[in-house]
């Protein structure tokens, strides 16, 4: 068995007091995250790490923090529970990628180009980037027609990764309204997001959508939610 695991949301920071203060932001709303917290959820923001990667980058973030050090466990659970991180158990890979991802919102994220440059700047001057590599790091990487298509879909309402399935199936294009969502990925009567998960797993598509969303999730180009 292999369990993945995941970040929900962004993060933001705000001046409080004179005091800058780190917030996850999930579905709009900011939530509180200790430093310990955040050490985590910043591991996975954009990555997909197993439980042995992610308590190995814990401790190594940690481990340059003086006094003790809070129980990894502990924390991976108070996170789940809050539903700021995801996670999912499969006999393979790709089981476990499509219980992570199946119920998980893919939402569109940008970063600016001022913000994009100021990043790349950071990298340079701490010796994580050279110079020879700065081009390439700016430049945007070629998307796939399924990459595109799960982005021009999620470009008009956010969607979980079970019903860009189910969009990829049936040829959906247009669902740029709640009722032409119903209407095309909920026509069955009595369909249910959780129903359409347990059906799209067997898909021809799932994989090809699997692919697509992750790439687009590790190349920070969307990033997950889920409902509280």
């Given amino acids: 068995m292999i369990t993945f695991y995941a970040a929900v949301g962004c993060y933001r ?3 409080e007091n004179g005091k800058k203060s780190v917030y996850i932001q999930k579905l709009g709303k900011l939530h509180p995250i200790s430093i310990p917290e955040f ?31 809070p129980d990894f466990d502990q924390l991976l659970l108070l996170l789940s529970k809050r ?4 996670s999912g158990l499969g006999y393979t890979g790709v089981d476990a ?21 100021w990043c790349l700047l ?19 990487r070629r998307l796939t027609d399924k990459e595109q298509r799960v982005l021009q879909l999620i470009e008009q309402t956010p969607l979980s990764t079970a019903e860009l ?31 359409i998960a347990n059906e799209e797993v067997h898909s021809p598509n799932t994989n090809v ?12 180009q969307v ?6």
Avoid: H
């Avoid at 990298?123 to 700016?138: E, H, R, Y």
């Fill in 39 to 69: 050490a985590i959820w910043s591991s996975l923001l954009w990555e997909v790490m197993t439980y042995d990667e992610l308590k190995a980058a814990y401790q190594e973030i940690m481990g340059q923090q003086t006094g003790p050090v």
């Fill in 13 to 15: 920071v705000k001046n």
């Fill in 122 to 140: 950071r990298l340079l001057m701490s010796g994580k980037l050279q110079m020879s590599g700065m081009a390439a790091a700016a430049r945007k």
């Fill in 209 to 220: 959508v699997l692919e697509a969303v992750s790439n687009l999730y590790l190349g920070r």
């Fill in 165 to 195: 399935v189910r969009c990829f199936d049936c040829d959906i294009q247009d669902v740029s309204t709640p009722e032409k969502v119903i209407a095309g990925i909920y026509s069955d009567q009595g369909a249910t997001q959780k129903c």
């Fill in 83 to 86: 539903k700021l991180i995801l």
């Fill in 97 to 117: 990628l499509y219980r992570m991802l199946a119920d998980a919102f893919v939402v569109p994220y940008r970063v600016s180009a001022p913000r994009k440059a």
């Fill in 223 to 228: 990033i997950l939610e889920i409902p509280c």
